[in-house]
Antibody
Framework: EVQLVESGGGLVKPGGSLRLSCAAS????????MNWVRQAPGKGLEWVSS????????YYADSVKGRFTISRDNAKNSLYLQMNSLRAEDTAVYYC?????????????????WGQGTLVTVSS | QSVLTQPPSVSGAPGQRVTISCTGS?????????VHWYQQLPGTAPKLLIY???NRPSGVPDRFSGSKSGTSASLAITGLQAEDEADYYC????????????FGTGTKVTVL
């Protein structure tokens, strides 16, 4: 069974930093591209960042570019999101989401499995 | 502000058919890029409902169907059930944005 479990969320002051983790199990993590998607309270979904299976391709939404860094450790079956210079508008539930199986990074594809999310609150 | 527009809400009685539109432009749906749909039940994570415009993952009831035409896509729910009350999001690719994947604005389905 595919499982994605996020952790690392919490309350942080504006300008602060936080590192989110996503522990994957039930599939060969190193073969899949992974993503972070967020949802502000009462709002819709927003794609944040994607990373290919070997970390060769990395993409960011304009809203987080230069402040967030996505990374992965295939040996630990884990995905990360380092968030710096946090702003109030970064307050959201952050979901880890998997791409479907491909032999390449597919920029056009969808998210086939999602974690339960971790809440990040940026407030003084 | 998303480049994919959905109606904020739709409603229907049990057993009825409802449709949700996802309207884009020539840089996304109109360019031929696939549309995917997600269901988000209250207090839970999104779940893949339709991929590649009209394909259902294993386990998704055939009451859910998707279609695409021109610059728009639609999700139809036939035989509406109480457990279908949720938020629904479309998703595609937009070539005019630096970030590759975009979501629709979301639609709340209410079962009367």
């Amino acid at each position: 069974e595919v499982q994605l479990v996020e952790s690392g969320g919490g309350l942080v002051k504006p300008g602060g930093s936080l590192r989110l983790s996503c522990a994957a199990s039930g599939f060969t993590f190193s073969s899949y591209s992974m993503n972070w998607v967020r949802q502000a309270p009462g709002k819709g979904l927003e794609w944040v960042s994607s990373i290919s299976s070997s970390s060769s391709y990395i993409y960011y939404a304009d809203s987080v570019k230069g402040r967030f860094t996505i990374s992965r450790d295939n040996a630990k079956n884990s995905l990360y999101l380092q968030m710096n210079s946090l702003r109030a508008e970064d307050t959201a539930v952050y979901y880890c989401a998997r791409d479907p199986p491909r032999g390449y990074y597919d920029i056009l594809t969808y998210f086939d499995y999602w974690g339960q999310g971790t809440l990040v609150t940026v407030s003084s | 502000q998303s480049v994919l527009t959905q109606p904020p809400s739709v409603s229907g009685a049990p057993g009825q058919r409802v449709t949700i539109s996802c309207t884009g432009s020539s840089s996304n749906i109109g360019a031929g890029y696939d549309v995917h749909w997600y269901q988000q039940l209250p207090g839970t994570a999104p779940k893949l409902l339709i991929y590649g415009n009209s394909n259902r993952p294993s386990g998704v009831p055939d009451r859910f169907s998707g279609s695409k035409s021109g610059t728009s896509a639609s999700l139809a729910i036939t035989g509406l059930q109480a457990e279908d009350e949720a938020d629904y999001y479309c998703q595609s690719y937009d070539s005019s944005l630096s970030g590759p994947r975009v979501f629709g604005t979301g639609t709340k389905v209410t079962v009367l």
